[in-house]
């Protein structure tokens, strides 16, 4: 069974750094792009960043970019999001996603694995 769990959300002041983790289970995502969604209440799931299977290509969201880093350890098929410079309008709960689709590349990543997300509140 795959399963994707992320850990790392919490509470955090405004100018404030958090990094958030997810660790999959039950197959490998080495060949596979990853990245996270956040949803804040009230609003609609967003897509936040995402990551190449190799790690070698990137893409953010503009709201984040700049702000946030996204990496990942294909051997331990973790996937990162460090945030840096955080502001209110980034809470939200953050998932953690996995594209099924081999080697895809970042432009079309959408998720197709999900985690059950980890809260991230930033205090003005």
């Known amino acids: 069974q795959v399963q994707l769990v992320e850990s790392g959300g919490g509470l955090v002041q405004a100018g404030g750094s958090l990094r958030v983790s997810c660790a999959a289970s039950g197959r490998t995502f080495s060949n596979n792009a990853m990245g996270w969604f956040r949803q804040a209440p009230g609003k609609e799931r967003e897509f936040v960043a995402a990551?190449?299977?190799?790690?070698?290509?990137?893409r953010y969201a503009n709201s984040v970019k700049g702000r946030f880093t996204i990496s990942r350890d294909n051997a331990w098929n973790t996937v990162y999001l460090q945030m840096n410079s955080l502001k209110p309008e980034d809470t939200a709960v953050y998932y953690c996603a996995a594209d099924v689709t081999r080697r895809a590349p970042v432009s079309i990543f959408k998720g197709d694995y999900w985690g059950q997300g980890t809260q991230v509140t930033v205090s003005s």
């Open positions: 990551i190449s299977w190799s790690g070698d290509n990137t």
